[in-house]
């Protein structure tokens, strides 16, 4: 998806999935942060949409589902 949501309703990860490359965290540390476990959280749905999903796009293993004001799944894209 190269469009932009104009919203994000909600953020998912999936924390068998996530393998801690932490580099939600490292473009967008507003939204995402390590839990004590080394398994990244959402802080907030709010924010910089495109740091938001350039974030989730960097995920290796597809970690983290993002949905937009509809509640559609904007990322990763379904098949």
């Known amino acids: 998806m190269d469009e932009?949501?104009?919203?994000?309703?909600?953020?998912e990860i999936n924390r068998e999935t996530c393998?801690?490359?932490?580099?939600?965290?490292e473009i967008a540390p507003e939204n995402?942060?390590?839990d004590d476990d080394g398994k990244a959280r959402?802080?907030?749905?709010?924010?910089d949409i495109a740091g938001i999903m350039q974030a989730a796009k960097s995920c290796p293993v597809d970690a983290i589902k993002v949905f937009d004001e509809?509640?559609?799944?904007v990322?990763?894209?379904?098949?």
């Open 4 to 11: 932009l949501p104009k919203k994000i309703s909600r953020i």
């Open 19 to 25: 393998i801690s490359v932490a580099s939600c965290v």
């Open 32 to 34: 995402f942060e390590l």
């Open 42 to 47: 959402a802080i907030t749905k709010d924010g």
């Open 70 to 73: 509809k509640g559609r799944q």
């Open 75 to 79: 990322w990763p894209p379904l098949a």
